[in-house]
């Protein structure tokens, strides 16, 4: 009989300061309990961790010195600390690091770690499937690429809650993004408190993927995620200049042609007082834009209404910016005082049966608009992808349920969908839409 596979062993080297050394000891700590050894030298390890300082230039000097070192004597060396928060760095002096990751993100190391040599094989780790335990339907998942948020807006506490932005580097979620569509998803739902600020926390990192360096930037993700082969569609975008770019993506198909903003208000006044991030005064004019460069774009968006000292003029001034925005779904919220947010002591408060008057008043005026623009995929075909079948409750036996791509699940309408043949969960067939009715469509499949 063979004996065990060796453990695969580890060489560490730790410079910088104590933090630095608070960080290697988690990074040795997680490693250990996974099964892996620590190595007394480079020589005979399977691979070299190398924790930079990056303080001063003569702290970099060395910790570059010692990745030359560990490349010299093993091969494959994977660098992490302050130094990696700047990686070109090091790549240029070093293209065959097999690995670079920013200070703290241990989940990195360790993932890069797996990569350069498999911890030995645990019966109990392996019951959980590669892409984890999901709450989803299997053939949609959604893809968190960052945490907490930069932004004060006066109503919100999640800062608070969460603390300020942090993200994922590019390289992490791209792996997470892999291991999900080879599991079977075939739409990816991304998320964040504020998905168009991703990088920012960490200067845009790039961090190494398939063989090249992918930056940390909405862009850079939102490309390499659509060239997973599943459907890509972008959540919590806030309507920074850099998201005109992510437009061109969907019309060349790479991501879906979906935007969900949270614009939140239209009145100069409201969104002073919201704090709200962006120049929302020019808003129209991009959405107008973003139409021309992407004709099928649907805009997704919430509101609040009765936010305090909003004025009948403030109220009447969203009315009028919805007409003309004419966005495709809306969701609107009555306003309510969170426990610690600094709206509550901003402005008068607006009374409940104003409150409610406007919430009917807005959900009647862009109940109109959403049926005019749904009324427009009459008679042409769409993508829709399949998430009931039947007997779905209330409808005929051969009629399925499912989203075309400007439909994201729970909060957007449905497509029902009658087919010659049954349809599988999670399949996706071309439809001929031959209705439309205030929320969602109706078509038969003509293609598969």
């Not at 009989?1 to 104590?18: D, I, N, R, T, W």
């Not at 439309?436 to 293609?447: E, F, K, M, P, S």
Request: neutral net charge; proline residues 6%.
């Amino acid at each position: 009989m063979m004996g065990a596979a060796p453990a695969p062993k580890v060489s560490f080297v730790s410079l910088g300061c104590p933090k630095a050394l608070v960080d290697s000891e988690r990074i040795i700590t997680r490693l250990r309990a996974e099964g892996y050894e620590l190595s007394r030298g480079h020589e005979g390890a399977d691979l070299v961790i190398v924790n930079t300082c990056g303080f001063l230039d003569s702290a970099k000097e060395e910790s570059l010195g010692a990745i030359g070192e560990a490349l010299a004597a093993n091969g494959k060396v994977i660098v992490t600390g302050c130094m990696g928060a700047e990686p070109e760095t090091i790549t240029e002096r070093y293209p065959s690091v097999f690995a670079v990751t920013g200070p703290q993100q241990y989940e990195s190391v360790v993932a890069a770690v797996h990569r350069a040599a498999p911890p030995k094989h645990d019966p109990f780790l392996h019951l959980v499937p590669p892409e984890g335990i999901k709450l989803t339907p299997r053939h949609y998942s959604y893809l968190k690429i960052s945490e907490g948020c930069n932004n004060r807006c006066t109503f919100c506490i999640i800062p608070k809650l969460r603390g300020d932005l942090v993200s994922r580097p590019a390289a992490d979620v791209l792996r997470e993004a892999e291991r999900l569509v080879a599991a079977g998803v075939k739409e990816l739902l991304v998320i964040s408190q504020d998905t168009s600020a991703y990088g920012l926390d960490i200067k845009y990192a790039a961090s190494a993927w398939q063989g090249r360096e992918v930056r940390a930037k909405f862009l850079d993700l939102a490309s390499e995620l659509g060239d997973l082969g599943a459907w890509v569609r972008l959540h919590y975008v806030y309507p920074y200049p850099h998201v005109d770019e992510v437009i061109g993506l969907m019309a060349e198909g790479k991501v879906l042609p979906y935007l969900d903003i949270p614009f939140q208000h239209a009145s100069p006044d409201v969104l002073k007082r919201m704090k709200r991030p962006a120049a929302q005064e020019k808003t129209l004019d991009r959405i107008a834009r973003w139409r021309q460069m992407c004709p099928q774009l649907t805009i997704r968006s919430t509101f609040i209404v009765g936010f305090p000292g909003e004025t009948e003029e403030d109220f009447d001034f969203l009315l009028d910016w919805l007409d003309e925005a004419s966005l495709d779904r809306v969701g609107c919220f009555r306003y309510e005082p969170v426990k610690g947010a600094v709206a509550n002591d901003l402005a008068e408060a607006v009374p409940d049966e104003i409150k409610q008057e406007r919430w009917h008043r807005f959900m009647q005026r862009q109940q109109t608009i959403s049926a005019k623009r749904l009324k427009q995929k009459v008679g042409t075909r769409q993508q829709v992808i399949i998430d009931e079948v039947g007997p779905v409750p209330g409808l005929d036996p051969g009629i399925a349920k499912g989203r075309t791509k400007g439909d994201a699940p729970e909060i957007d309408g449905a497509t029902y969908v009658a087919s010659r043949r049954p349809l599988r969960v999670g399949e996706i067939a071309t439809v001929k839409i031959e209705r439309a009715d205030a929320y969602d469509l109706h078509g038969t499949v003509v293609g598969f």
